[in-house]
Structures are given as C-alpha cells and as structure tokens.
T-cell receptor, first 113, second 110 residues
Framework: GAVVSQHPSWVICKSGTSVKIECRSL??????MFWYRQFPKQSLMLMAT?????????EQGVEKDKFLINHASLTLSTLTVTSAHPEDSSFYIC?????????FGSGTRLTVV | TQLLEQSPQFLSIQEGENLTVYCNSS?????LQWYRQEPGEGPVLLVT?????EVKKLKRLTFQFGDARKDSSLHITAAQPGDTGLYLC??????????FGAGTRLFVKA
C-alpha cells in the first residue's frame, strides 16, 4: 500500500526561528502533495498544494512567505515555517494521492515557545 | 462555496451501542472517502465509495453513498472503545478538488 512518511513527529522551537517539516512518499511517486493544518479538536484545513518542479498553490489566507513549500523531487515535499511565532503552534499533516483517497503522514506537532 | 456538512460533531456513547454519522452536501461528488484519525496521528483511509447507492461493509462499519452522490453515512454496530477517534468524510468533485467535512469526534466508553 501507499505509505507517506512525515518527519519530525514533534518539534519545539523558539519564537523567530524557522522549522522544516518533511513529507516523503515511500513506495510511490507523488507529483502532488498536500499540506494541512489542524487545530485541536478540529478538522483538517488545507494550506497548500505542493507540485513537483513548480510553485505550490496556496489556499486563500495562507501566507506563502510564511509557509514555504518545496517539492524538489517526486518523493519529497517540505514545509518550512519561517520566523515562527506561538500562533503557528499547531498540528501539521501532509498527504499524497494514489488512486482514490489520500494517504496521510503521521503529522507533526509544532510548538513555538 | 462547496460545503460538506458532517453531523453530529461530537458523540459519546456506551460500548455496545450503535451510531450513525452523516455527511451531506449540495454538491455531487465523483467519490467520497471516510477516514478515522486517532490523537496525534494522521487520518487513515477506511473506505472509498464511488457509485450512487453503493453500500460497503468493513467489519462492524457500514458505509453508504447516497443515490445522487451528494451524501453519505457511516453506521457503526456495537461500538467498541477502539472505535474512539475523529471520523472525517471527504468528497472529491469532478474538478479533482477534495472537500473535507468538519469531522465527528466519537468517544466510546467501556
């Protein structure tokens, strides 16, 4: 089956620093990956669509300079939260599509202190 | 704006009880998926339904896709504590855009 690996599982960083989250498709190639943010006890909010070899497509209200997405290969997409602030603390999840439905990574809990 | 309304938002039941979760929309979907998410994990795909009126069973879980492909339900029979989690429906439109429901948080008490 399709497996998506996300790393790290959790990270704590100081306010003002940047954090990079990786999302890898382990057994398939993903030209498109998706990044979500999830607040406690809420559903997924799509942040952006990551396209291999081209610019990401951001959802309305998501700051592209704040959340940098790079999809340099068919198996890796990265999300960098730049100049992180406490309000960026959240659960970030990536996914890729293989056939109907999505395969999700295990998520990254980011805490900015 | 396309919406996928999911209900109920929260459900707390005793072990052994039955429950149904609903997803409704005014949009027609080419397919619809149900996921379960446990705390601190990513969602895991349970089922995909494609054909209007389709019914799929996964052990004690029964999934139904509405005839018009605008709505879906998830029925759990004899719920167990292991069923506890966030259940999400997601509908894919003809434009390959996926809409997620707000989720149903289920808690099954032993």
């Amino acid at each position: 089956g399709a497996v998506v690996s996300q790393h790290p599982s959790w990270v704590i960083c100081k306010s003002g620093t940047s954090v990079k989250i990786e999302c890898r498709s382990l057994d398939f190639q993903a030209t498109t990956m998706f990044w979500y943010r999830q607040f406690p006890k809420q559903s997924l909010m799509l942040m952006a669509t990551s396209n291999e070899g081209s610019k990401a497509t951001y959802e309305q209200g998501v700051e592209k300079d704040k959340f940098l997405i790079n999809h340099a290969s068919l198996t890796l997409s990265t999300l960098t939260v730049t100049s992180a602030h406490p309000e960026d603390s959240s659960f970030y999840i990536c996914s890729a599509k293989k056939g109907p439905g999505y395969t999700f990574g295990s998520g990254t809990r980011l805490t900015v202190v | 704006t396309q919406l996928l309304e999911q209900s109920p938002q929260f459900l707390s039941i005793q072990e052994g009880e039955n429950l149904t979760v609903y997803c409704n929309s005014s949009s027609v979907f080419s397919s619809l998926q149900w996921y379960r998410q446990e705390p601190g994990e990513g969602p895991v795909l349970l089922v995909t339904v494609v054909t209007g009126g389709e019914v799929k069973k996964l052990k004690r879980l029964t999934f139904q896709f509405g005839d018009a492909r605008k709505d879906s339900s998830l029925h759990i029979t004899a719920a167990q504590p292991g069923d506890t989690g966030l259940y999400l429906c997601a509908g894919e439109t003809g434009g390959f855009k996926t809409i997620f429901g707000a989720g149903t948080r289920l808690f099954v008490k032993a």
